[in-house]
């Protein structure tokens, strides 16, 4: 099959995202549209359910495994992927909503950035309508970690009621700072927290991408022929794929000068120097606001080098 083609307005800077459209709406296509950029999608991920483990997470609800109380195997769980929220959401259609009425009673959805909070918001109102969600803001899951640990040790030690582990669903490829924060042996046992893992999707690189990519990195290409000034940016939302785009640029003659480089936050920016590639920006929060502010500010530098 033949890569797409792709048409760039030459008033506007081309910006690449890496990424599915989300639908009905993007928030990234609505704000770089809006502060004169040509944003461009070109999704680099596929996923696939793992279906027996999101059939695990559905019999904890049906089960009781998750009910107020002494038994409780859970008290809460960990989400870090907007694909482990939308693994999540597919498990509670089918469970009674007394069931999930009463489940989420005392139950705690941590979440990592803005994105994943506002999935598990509408599912929460949805079908957990006493569950509530925290973390939105700690942007990484460092900062995650250090949250739960403060939150749900407080929370545990002002009930007096035994500590119930929790329950992190998760891709087959991740970090672990998250389950190695919680359960360290530097931490006092009482203050340590019980992580279950259960992966309940897997990711690959989409057969195509990077004749796509190439295929759009090269129609961007005409933009820069309106100056010197002009530069094409590109935007890596995730690890996977970074070889590839890497590998288009190389051969494209991309190099840092006119094509530049975006990440949605550090996971992604340490995985590229894996490759000997720094990013040339890597946002401050893992939002469309804080990679626009984080471009903005360095093509104010930029340009001032370029016409000096």
């Not at 957990?128 to 995650?144: F, M």
């Not at 990195?217 to 820069?224: C, H, T, Y």
């Amino acid at each position: 099959m033949p890569p797409p083609q792709y048409t760039f307005n030459t008033s506007s800077t081309p910006i690449l995202l890496l990424k599915t459209k989300s639908s009905p709406k993007d928030s990234y296509e609505e704000y770089f549209s809006a502060h004169g950029y040509t944003p461009t999608f070109i999704p680099v991920l596929e996923h696939h359910f793992h279906t027996p483990n999101l059939s695990t997470v559905q019999h904890l609800f049906q089960s009781g495994d998750l009910t107020p109380g002494p038994g409780r195997k859970y008290g809460g769980l960990i989400f870090t992927s907007q694909r482990a929220v939308e693994g999540f959401a597919a498990t509670l259609d089918d469970i009674d909503g007394s069931i999930k009425q009463t489940s989420s009673q005392s139950l705690i959805l941590y979440t990592v950035g803005p994105a994943t909070s506002r999935s598990l918001t509408s599912i929460r109102d949805e079908h957990l309508p006493h569950a509530t969600i925290l973390g939105s803001e700690t942007g990484n899951g460092e900062n995650l970690a250090q949250l739960i640990l403060e939150h749900y040790n407080w929370l545990y030690d002002a009930s007096h009621e035994p500590k119930p582990p929790l329950l992190f669903l998760v891709g087959a490829q991740r970090r672990d700072i998250i389950p190695k924060t919680l359960m360290a042996e530097s931490l006092a046992p009482g203050q340590r927290i019980g992580v279950d893992e259960l992966v309940v999707y897997e990711t690959g690189v989409m057969e195509g991408f990077e004749e796509s990519f190439a295929a759009a990195v090269r129609a961007a290409g005409e933009f820069l022929a309106g100056g010197l000034e002009r530069a094409i940016w590109v935007v890596v939302f995730s690890p996977t794929g970074c070889d590839a785009m890497l590998r288009v640029l190389k051969a494209l003659g991309g190099g840092k000068r006119r094509v530049f480089i975006a990440t949605i936050g550090p996971t992604t920016r340490d995985h590229l120097r894996k490759y000997e590639f720094e990013a040339d920006v890597c946002a401050e929060k893992p939002s469309q606001e804080g990679v626009g502010m984080g471009i903005e500010k360095f093509m104010e530098n930029w340009r001032n080098r370029v016409g000096q």
